[in-house]
């Protein structure tokens, strides 16, 4: 690590004084494998109060809740953020700071387990995967639709799966994953291409355009021809400059052209992504082709992403779409809303130039969509 990146993470590490919180497990003298949990919050540490409202649970009950983490051949440590946050609070300072800790924290540990609220859990593992450069450790994101002290909850499932993942090796004595991933409801899938399609049954997350990583039932069956490593030979380094100026355009029949207009010369935005219709199809209507013209002239990128869940955007194939792409909207391909939202703000944040930004947008960065 850069003597100056030490110092940054020296001086991060002093204004967040974290306590690690060691489980007691097997007490191995040869652990597998040294894992962090980062608990940042969500349902999975909400306890239910004597009225019944939910309230943040003491993370160091959690081998009382879930037993069978003790058996675990592995050093288990947790890191819980000073005050657990409702995921729909997560910010771009919270992105900044789970990747520092990983950072800080990258050779003591094998891999990293967060523990993060459903709700915006796929733009964090999106961005996550971004940020993280030279990844070569797993980083498995969890949570429940349950608290973990409720008595069918899925948190103690996902919890010990996930870790049982991150401490997974190969032959070679390398991580099976070293991915950004989320593990849920049985499946692992890649962070970046997840998305949360439920929220009253277990099966919260999808990832319609690639296939899960894994299964986990008897045996937890890795899909080794999906799993990428996308870390090189240079040591991780961790992206701490987002760019928050940027917006989802979601189109349907009869939007207003004030409407529109207005939001593309929204002060200071500098990215939109544009939810258009089926393969990328938006209204031929000349007032909206000129609008989005003059943003994309004015220097605005327009991210053209599909409100479908599965299949892709292809510009060019109705005249509808062909229009968009002549104004220069660049096309997100079968990219989710949530990567390519948290794309557009790690490359504002890192790249200078905008034709590279625009390049790296039709490109897949972290295995967020097919080329
Ligand atoms: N509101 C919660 C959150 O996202 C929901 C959950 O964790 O499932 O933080």
């Known amino acids: 690590m ?3 990146q030490l110092l940054q993470l020296k001086i991060f590490l002093m204004m967040h004084p974290y306590n690690l919180l060691e489980l007691d497990t097997a007490a191995p003298n040869e652990p597998e494998a040294r894992i962090l949990i980062i608990y940042t919050g969500g349902t999975f540490g909400m306890g239910v109060d004597k009225h019944g409202s939910l309230k943040p649970f003491d993370f160091s009950e959690i081998l009382h809740e879930i037993p069978s983490l003790r058996s675990f051949n592995l050093i288990i440590k947790v890191l819980a953020f000073e005050k657990p946050v409702d995921s729909s609070d997560i910010n771009l300072g919270h992105w900044i700071e789970m990747g520092q800790i990983i950072e800080y924290y990258y050779d003591r540990f094998d891999g990293f387990v967060i523990l993060h609220g459903t709700d915006t859990m796929a733009y964090s593992a999106s961005a996550l995967s971004f940020m993280l450069d030279n990844l070569t450790k797993p980083v498995i994101f969890t949570g429940a639709q349950l608290p973990v002290t409720a008595p069918r909850t899925d948190a103690g499932d996902n919890l010990v799966t996930a870790i049982e993942i991150a401490s997974e090796r190969n032959e070679g004595g390398k991580p099976v994953v070293s991915e950004v991933c ?28 690639y296939p899960p990583l894994a299964k986990a039932g008897v045996e937890i069956d890795y899909s080794y021809q999906f799993i990428q490593s996308f870390g090189g030979e240079g040591v991780l380094h961790v992206a701490n400059k987002l760019d928050g100026n940027v917006t989802f355009l979601k189109l349907f029949p009869g939007i207003s052209e004030n409407v529109v207009k207005s939001m593309l010369v929204s002060p200071d935005l500098k990215g939109v992504v544009l939810e258009t219709f089926g393969s990328g199809n938006a209204p031929m209507a000349r007032w909206f082709l000129d609008a989005v013209s003059k943003a994309v002239g004015n220097g605005l990128l327009i991210y053209n992403v599909s409100q479908c869940l599965g299949g892709k955007v292809l510009q060019g194939r109705y005249e509808t779409s062909l229009a968009l792409k002549d104004t220069g909207v660049i096309s997100g391909k079968d990219i989710t809303s949530e990567a390519a939202i948290t794309k557009i703000m790690y490359l504002l944040g890192v790249e200078k130039r905008m034709d590279s930004i625009r390049n790296k947008l039709e490109l897949s960065l972290k295995g967020e969509l097919s080329e």
């Open 2 to 4: 850069r003597r100056k």
């Open 182 to 209: 989320i593990y849920f409801n049985h499946h692992l899938i890649r962070g970046n291409r997840a998305q949360k399609v439920e929220s009253m049954h277990f099966d919260a997350f999808e990832s319609a355009n």
